[in-house]
Structures are given as structure tokens and as C-alpha cells.
């Protein structure tokens, strides 16, 4: 299949079938790889983005399920795309209660 319209200074290349699905095949699993390695952040930075004292996400980890990573025996690591999503969970469940 030819194409008629090709960018003026570009270099056409032809590539088979099966090239191109392993292309295509490689930036999908380059775009995955990155969404499942999400940045884990620490307690301090994690309070300062939820507004509160770094004991204080200590203890809804122990106590309310706030999910976190741990790292040693007291230190704690977190994915903000994790804790939104349960921060979100709580204030739905408490839209419902009342």
C-alpha cells in the first residue's frame, strides 16, 4: 500500500507485517512498563499533599486501611494514584451514610 501524501523532507520507509506489529508490539510494552512502575512517594510529602500530620497518615494506615508500602519496620512508602482512589472510596461511602 502506497501513500500519496508524505510529509515533504521525510524519509518513507517500508516496513513488513510483521515489523510493524513488533514496533507497535514494543511501545505498548514501553507505555505499560511506565503505568506499572507508578513513583512511590514518602510519608512527609504525602501528608503535605493530604494537609495533615505525617503521624496522623501513620495512624489511618494502621487503623483505617489507607494502603501504603512498607519499607523496614516503620517506615512507609505511598502511591498516590492508590491513595486517591481510597480517599475517594471513603468520601463516597460517606456521601451514602448520610
Known amino acids: 500500500m502506497a501513500f500519496d501524501s508524505v510529509r515533504p523532507g521525510a524519509l518513507a520507509v517500508t516496513l513488513t ?3 510493524l506489529e513488533r514496533r507497535i508490539d ?3 510494552a514501553k507505555a505499560l ?6 513513583a512511590l512517594i514518602n510519608t512527609a510529602t504525602m501528608a ?8 496522623t497518615l501513620a ?4 487503623t483505617e486501611g489507607l494502603p501504603a508500602h512498607r519499607l523496614g519496620s516503620a ?14 472510596a471513603r468520601g463516597a461511602a460517606k456521601g451514602r451514610a448520610k
Open 48 to 55: 503535605e499533599r493530604l494537609d495533615m500530620h505525617p503521624k
Open 33 to 38: 512498563a511506565a503505568r506499572a512502575t507508578p
Open 26 to 28: 514494543h511501545a505498548i
Open 75 to 88: 517506615e512507609y512508602r505511598f502511591d498516590p494514584v492508590e491513595v486517591e482512589a481510597w480517599v475517594r
Open 59 to 62: 495512624r489511618l494506615v494502621r
Open 17 to 19: 507485517v510483521e515489523q
